[in-house]
């Protein structure tokens, strides 16, 4: 019985001597622990010099350990709208997060719901995280918000500038609507005058473009005609004076003197002919004078009167 006491008070003395967190008894012996992130391979460790290996991916191992089994990570479901932390390592656990726009549905977290959307009229009083949803409240006075959404805050109303007029007075949900202001009587009968003053300004500055070059094509037109008109004066002149015009009323007369064989009017100049003309050239120098066809067939016809008229001396 003495003995029994004695070994129990043996083994505590050697138990109390170890470090709990990084110590465990072996064969009552104080053997050392692999560290946080490893875990034990027990067939190769020594027990001050244990044989320690990483945890694989996926596990992890908080604190000092002789097993040989490290401890595994949750499953983040993502049909759940679950994600894995972003500091996830192999020394602690990683617990899985409702992806960015989600909250837990609970406590407990089984699933994440996406955050509430603020209706308009009102703006988000708390945003959303992980864990809680939005918070909304109605819009201050003055102010508004014109769509749903999850972050955004109300807007001042738009107070309208100068020369313009409010249309529409801001609402919860609306902005103020402005229009530009409408003009004084005044103001606009001078936009008339302008207007009329330029549009009468253009007609005279056409007109005057058309009756300018109307004016310039008479002009020409009568410089040519008395251009031409003056050619043939000028050539008129000078056949007068070379003796190779004569009046038509002189040339009929002294043709007929010389049909009716009666000496030339003294009056008259004599046609300047070297010979008696025959019958057919009197009749070319007719119709080569220009006399009218009235005037030669009166020739003719009183022509044949005088010769009829004289006596014949048989």
């Keep these: 019985m003495v003995l029994l006491l004695l070994c129990?008070?043996?083994?505590?003395?050697?138990?109390?001597?170890?470090?709990?967190?990084?110590?465990?008894?072996?064969?009552?012996?104080?053997?050392?622990?692999?560290?946080?992130?490893t875990k034990m391979l027990s067939s190769h460790s020594g027990c001050l010099d244990p044989h320690c290996m990483p945890c694989?991916?996926?596990?992890?191992?908080?604190?000092?350990?002789?097993?040989?089994?490290?401890?595994?990570?949750?499953?983040?479901?993502?049909?759940?709208?679950?994600?894995?932390?972003?500091?996830?390592?192999?020394?602690?656990?990683?617990?899985?997060?409702c992806k960015t726009g989600y909250h837990c549905s609970s406590e407990e977290c089984l699933t994440c719901f996406p955050h509430t959307k603020c209706r308009p009229g009102e703006e988000v009083l708390s945003k959303g995280n992980?864990?809680?949803?939005?918070?909304?409240?109605?819009?201050?006075?003055?102010?508004?918000?014109?769509?749903?959404?999850?972050?955004?805050?109300?807007?001042?109303?738009?107070?309208?500038?100068?020369?313009?007029?409010?249309?529409?007075?801001?609402?919860?949900?609306?902005?103020?609507?402005?229009?530009?202001?409408?003009?004084?009587?005044?103001?606009?009968?001078?936009?008339?005058?302008?207007?009329?003053?330029l549009v009468l300004a253009i007609v005279v500055c056409k007109f005057k473009g058309?009756?300018?070059?109307?004016?310039?094509?008479?002009?020409?037109?009568?410089?040519?005609?008395?251009?031409?008109?003056?050619?043939?004066?000028?050539?008129?002149?000078?056949?007068?004076e070379e003796g190779n015009a004569e009046g038509p009323e002189e040339g009929k007369e002294q043709l007929q003197h010389?049909?009716?064989?009666?000496?030339?009017?003294?009056?008259s100049p004599p046609l300047q002919f070297t010979q008696i003309p025959e019958e057919s050239e009197i009749g070319s120098y007719a119709e080569a004078n220009d006399m009218t066809e009235n005037g030669h067939l009166v020739a003719q016809e009183e022509g044949k009167a005088h010769h009829t008229s004289v006596p014949q001396d048989y």
């Design 8 to 37: 129990m008070l043996s083994v505590l003395s050697v138990v109390s001597s170890c470090d709990p967190e990084t110590q465990y008894l072996k064969n009552s012996e104080c053997c050392n622990m692999c560290g946080p992130g």
């Design 56 to 97: 694989q991916e996926g596990e992890y191992q908080n604190a000092f350990t002789e097993k040989n089994l490290c401890k595994l990570q949750p499953y983040c479901d993502p049909n759940k709208n679950f994600e894995h932390s972003t500091n996830r390592n192999k020394t602690s656990l990683s617990p899985c997060k």
């Design 130 to 197: 992980p864990i809680h949803d939005t918070v909304c409240q109605a819009c201050p006075l003055n102010m508004f918000s014109s769509h749903s959404s999850a972050e955004s805050m109300c807007k001042l109303w738009t107070v309208c500038k100068s020369g313009f007029n409010t249309e529409a007075q801001g609402t919860a949900t609306s902005d103020t609507v402005c229009v530009p202001g409408s003009m004084s009587s005044g103001a606009i009968a001078a936009i008339v005058i302008a207007l009329a003053a």
């Design 210 to 240: 058309q009756l300018g070059e109307a004016f310039k094509k008479a002009n020409e037109s009568c410089m040519d005609f008395n251009l031409k008109r003056g050619t043939k004066r000028a050539t008129a002149d000078r056949n007068a």
């Design 258 to 267: 010389m049909l009716l064989g009666e000496p030339p009017s003294t009056q």
